[in-house]
T-cell receptor, first 116, second 112 residues
Framework: AAGVIQSPRHLIKEKRETATLKCYPI?????VYWYQQGPGQDPQFLIS???????DKGSIPDRFSAQQFSDYHSELNMSSLELGDSALYFC???????????????FGPGTRLTVL | GENVEQHPSTLSVQEGDSAVIKCTYS??????FPWYKQELGKGPQLIID?????GEKKDQRIAVTLNKTAKHFSLHITETQPEDSAVYFC???????????FGTGTKLQVIP
């Protein structure tokens, strides 16, 4: 079965640089979530989109922005990177309610961002 | 907002024994409780979930119980195997398209 695809899988950046992370949800999924997971930490919710509109916002820094496109893929843009932004970034997606009445979130493999 | 506590943070069991992980949540509006297994360098993988209209759910060696009155839910793994070794996260959410809040994780080690 198709899963959530994230790219790139690994990314190394310098401080103050910018980074763009991409997420391709499972086909027919219309909702995307972004989570940040620091070393030894639990995933922390950043932001979510439903039908290309922001649906919820968590602890996302102002330096970060995200959007969902017409094909439902999403991009997380990170500017003025700081050492503390080094983490695993996960994307998750959810099924359309009228196709499968479940709201289970399926996670991608993550992007490991290292800021030097 | 929702706050999810998870215990224990580490758990070592002998192969074949059972493992129990417990979580409590704070928001009475939460009605969706998934459990995720995360292996090193990988994304969280859903292993089982339960909703507030169900008290218990079982899938082979894995079972989850929910006590909505006490706001706690538990994961039970029976006949543990070395491949069960991973970090397990509980989570809670309001369902629908709402985000989930994760617990702090339990590192399970199954000793052969």
């Amino acid at each position: 079965a198709a899963g959530v695809i994230q790219s790139p899988r690994h990314l190394i950046k310098e401080k103050r640089e910018t980074a763009t992370l991409k997420c391709y949800p499972i086909p027919r999924h219309d909702t995307v979530y972004w989570y940040q997971q620091g070393p030894g930490q639990d995933p922390q919710f950043l932001i979510s989109f439903y039908e290309k509109m922001q649906s919820d916002k968590g602890s996302i820094p102002d330096r970060f922005s995200a959007q969902q496109f017409s094909d439902y893929h999403s991009e997380l843009n990170m500017s003025s990177l700081e050492l503390g932004d080094s983490a695993l970034y996960f994307c998750a997606s959810t099924t359309r309610p009228w196709a499968d009445r479940t709201d289970t979130q399926y996670f991608g493999p993550g992007t490991r961002l290292t800021v030097l | 907002g929702e706050n999810v506590e998870q215990h224990p943070s580490t758990l070592s069991v002998q192969e074949g024994d059972s493992a129990v992980i417990k979580c409590t949540y704070s928001d009475s509006a939460s009605n969706y409780f998934p459990w995720y297994k995360q292996e090193l360098g990988k994304g969280p993988q859903l292993i089982i979930d339960i909703r507030s209209n169900v008290g218990e759910k079982k899938d082979q060696r894995i079972a989850v119980t929910l006590n909505k009155t006490a706001k706690h839910f538990s994961l039970h793994i029976t006949e543990t195997q070395p491949e069960d070794s991973a970090v397990y996260f509980c989570a809670a959410g309001a369902g629908g398209y709402q985000k989930v809040t994760f617990g702090t994780g339990t590192k399970l080690q199954v000793i052969p």
